[in-house]
């Protein structure tokens, strides 16, 4: 009577295509209609009230920045401490849901989300953080309903592991129980995905937690959490507060309560948070669990027996879509001089056609950057190349920046002799490809080299069809990205498939999407019950002789 179900096996959520005259293309363009009709109000989220602050911020369109979408409410530190206590407050009662009762609020908020409000939150996402439709449907749908699908099968699974050794008289086993406070969510803007992803993944095992959403981006958190709610989330299990880095995360970095960070953003945000968790370590009732994705200076890197096309579509693909605005997007490449020749007219008449503008316009596959501080660092490293000197480096395709309207930067490739040359090392984090170009008989030279330009390691991609020459690679660069990838672009990783991370200055390497992760945000406890327990203190060795 009391047998509990298995959590269903999932499969990845189907790519909607938005095809001409397609059902899905009609409704998408009528959910962007609708949302471009009306300006809402995006309050905080706390213990389940809607509060509202005097403080407010512009939720506006980066490639209409004229267009505002909505004002969002922005939290205090009084704000922050009443989100705190709610998660306090609701972690027992979660804690004590049975596991397959929080696990169905999140299989139904996945099934939500892909199927009623699939055309709403595709164009919120669309609309609030500038993605064509495809770019849009794959992360804010298909990658978040994912999560939520996966997450709650591999942590049946983990629940299922126990010790196998249990001598006669005794039985042993495990209980998984949540971290002993609340979590600390920290989202990007760039994927709605892993703005869901962050904060339900410790709730789905029975953490509470105060997640705030990057301000560029809380228009589109609203309708994730709108579908958790319709999902029949309790109170104060997700308590939202949306505001600046330091109003938010100083306190919350301050409370005693604080058990978990789950954080994607920038290298230098994650190391100060780091630094600050460790400076208050006495304070804490636990130590609290640190899951940070970072920065990336992702690269492809090309053997000269590759294939050109392939090569010139990874780069172009890889850089480009989403406005290389992705941890995982191709930022720095490898081409051997006898294989250049042919990729860069390849990657020259791929650009050409790559159409720039809004999201509404389907024919468009470049979009706007996020916002114009963005917009000036991006462009302030296509000035700087331009101004270079040839023998280091110069922009040979693209290079247009347009601000008028919105936020647009043109696909831009950057050709270095130098390889160390500033924009094939730093993370810029827009539509810019910097190209160093070696000699063919300089390849285990260039191998080192790109395993030591950059502090990070989260993608790469190399591309051979000599099987010993990708032998040979991947173990050259084998600490080089946690998301390996031959003959493939280093963008796209699937939940499921590829689980996501990176180690070095990208971060802990914790796997989005995959039981690694999920374990982070449990405190197990080994119990043994021994059935006839001893009643004398005497071992059989003190008997006499």
């Not at 959910?31 to 989220?45: D, G, N, T, V, Y």
Request: proline share 6%; with cysteine.
């Amino acid at each position: 009577m009391n047998a509990r179900p298995d959590v269903p096996v999932p499969s990845n959520e189907p790519i909607t295509g938005y095809a001409p005259g397609s059902p899905e293309k009609k409704a998408l363009k009528a959910a962007l209609q609708e949302l471009r009709s009306k300006e809402i109000e995006i309050p905080l989220f706390i213990g389940g009230q809607e509060i509202r602050t005097k403080n407010l911020g512009d939720a506006r369109c980066p490639h209409d920045h004229k267009h505002l979408l909505g004002r969002y409410h922005k939290a205090g530190a009084k704000e922050v401490k009443l989100a705190v206590a709610a998660a306090v407050r609701a972690q027992r009662e979660w804690a004590a849901m049975p596991f397959h009762a929080r696990a169905a609020i999140f299989l139904k908020a996945a099934d939500i989300l892909s199927g009623p409000r699939r055309f709403m939150v595709n164009a919120a996402a669309m609309l609030c953080q500038s993605k064509n439709p495809f770019q849009s449907e794959i992360d804010a749908v298909c990658e978040l309903a994912d999560f939520w699908r996966f997450n709650a099968y591999y942590a049946e699974k983990i629940f299922s592991q126990t010790p196998s050794i249990s001598p006669r008289g005794t039985w042993n086993y495990m209980e998984y129980r949540p971290l002993e406070g609340f979590v600390f969510a920290a989202t990007p803007f760039n994927f709605a995905s892993i703005a869901g992803n962050l904060p339900s993944a410790p709730a789905l095992l029975g953490n509470t937690v105060v997640w705030k959403p990057a301000s560029s981006a809380v228009y589109s958190a609203w309708f994730v959490l709108d579908v958790l709610r319709q999902a029949g989330l309790p109170d104060g299990v997700i308590n939202m507060v949306a505001g600046s880095g330091a109003e938010v995360g100083d306190p919350v970095l301050a409370s005693e309560h604080l058990a978990g960070i789950h954080f994607t953003g920038s290298t230098a945000v994650f190391q100060h948070m780091w630094t600050t968790v460790g400076n208050n370590i006495a304070k804490y009732r636990c130590y609290p669990r640190l899951v940070g994705e970072t920065g990336g200076k992702d690269f492809i890197f090309a053997h000269p027996s590759a294939d050109a096309a392939a090569v010139a579509t990874a780069m172009t693909r890889g850089a480009f879509e989403y406005q290389g605005q992705k941890c995982s997007a191709a930022s720095r490449a490898y081409v051997p001089k006898s294989l250049w020749k042919t990729v860069r007219p390849l990657v020259e008449e791929q650009v050409a056609g790559m159409k720039v503008g809004g999201v509404e316009d389907f024919r468009n596959f470049v979009n706007a950057v996020i916002d114009r501080n963005a917009y000036n660092t991006i462009k302030g490293y296509i000035d700087y190349a331009k101004t270079a000197k040839k023998k280091d480096a110069q922009v040979i395709i693209g290079g247009e920046c347009d601000d008028s309207a919105g936020y647009f930067i043109h696909p831009t490739v950057i050709e270095a002799k130098d390889p160390a040359f500033k924009t094939m090392t730093e993370e810029i984090f827009g539509p810019v490809l910097t190209v160093h170009v070696y000699n063919d008989d300089r390849l285990d030279e260039t191998l080192r080299l790109c395993d030591r330009t950059s502090p990070y390691a989260l993608t790469g991609a190399i591309f051979a069809r000599d099987r010993k020459a990708i032998v040979k690679m991947t173990a050259a660069l084998s600490n080089a990205a946690g998301n390996f990838y031959i003959n493939d672009k280093p963008t796209g990783a699937v939940v499921g498939q590829q689980p996501f991370g990176g180690g070095r200055a990208s971060g802990t390497n914790d796997k989005a999407g995959s039981m690694l992760n999920l374990i982070r945000w449990t405190s197990p406890r080994a119990i043994k019950e021994t059935f006839v327990p001893p009643t004398d203190c005497r071992y059989p060795f003190m008997a006499e002789q």
